[in-house]
T-cell receptor, first 114, second 112 residues
Framework: KAGVTQTPRYLIKTRGQQVTLSCSPI?????VSWYQQTPGQGLQFLFE???????NKGNFPGRFSGRQFSNSRSEMNVSTLELGDSALYLC?????????????FGPGTRLTVL | AQSVTQPDIHITVSEGASLELRCNYS??????LFWYVQSPGQGLQLLLK??????LVQGIKGFEAEFKRSQSSFNLRKPSVHWSDAAEYFC??????????FGKGTMLLVSP
């Protein structure tokens, strides 16, 4: 069974641009979460989608948005990029985010903002 | 608000020695607790999790963790460390598996 895949793996953008990252969850998983990982702030929860609906959102500005498609694939978008958005963006999926579920992480997309 | 503290940024352990990584949490209700490991350039891998029941939890790769409600702690242990255990370890807490609050991580270095 294929794991969580994220594309692209590496990305370089300049300030002010916008970027879209993609995540394909494990087959059959309906919950997808996104996390931002930086050396200073560590791992921070961005948002969670379940059955195409945003179920939870972390404390990030509105420049960060996401969506989930009917096949559970998810995208996140960051508009008007800032230097501080440079980070590893991790996607994770689980069956239903239920109590006994396990959340599996992808390898991440490394975003560098110049 | 929930939070996780991992007091040790770096820990160096000799190969074959025992290991304990500390984790303290702040959470309003009964917490769901997790330990993840991240190797360089990799995503996170779940080592073990605690939801309820037996406070000593067994995980993969020979790791275990003990939940102590009175101390708000969930420390990770391994009796004998292998060089391949060198990685960064994260403790996390959440109301559900999909919305976790992570600690800042502890980098484990294994010396020969």
């Amino acid at each position: 069974k294929a794991g969580v895949t994220q594309t692209p793996r590496y990305l370089i953008k300049t300030r002010g641009q916008q970027v879209t990252l993609s995540c394909s969850p494990i087959s059959g998983h309906r919950s997808v979460s996104w996390y931002q990982q930086t050396p200073g702030q560590g791992l921070q929860f961005l948002f969670e989608y379940f059955s195409e609906t945003q179920r939870n959102k972390g404390n990030f500005p509105g420049r960060f948005s996401g969506r989930q498609f009917s096949n559970s694939r998810s995208e996140m978008n960051v508009s008007t990029l800032e230097l501080g958005d440079s980070a590893l963006y991790l996607c994770a999926s689980s069956l239903r985010a239920g109590q006994t579920d396990t959340q599996y992480f992808g390898p991440g997309t490394r975003l560098t903002v110049l | 608000a929930q939070s996780v503290t991992q007091p040790d940024i770096h820990i160096t352990v000799s190969e074959g020695a025992s290991l304990e990584l500390r984790c303290n949490y702040s959470y309003g209700a009964t917490p769901y607790l997790f330990w993840y490991v991240q190797s360089p350039g990799q995503g996170l891998q779940l080592l073990l999790k605690y939801f309820s029941g037996d406070t000593l939890v067994q995980g993969i790769k020979g790791f275990e963790a003990e939940f102590k409600r009175s101390q708000s702690s969930f420390n990770l242990r391994k009796p004998s460390v292998h060089w391949s255990d060198a990685a960064e370890y994260f403790c996390a807490v959440g109301a559900r598996v999909s919305t976790l609050t992570f600690g800042k991580g502890t980098m484990l270095l294994v010396s020969p």
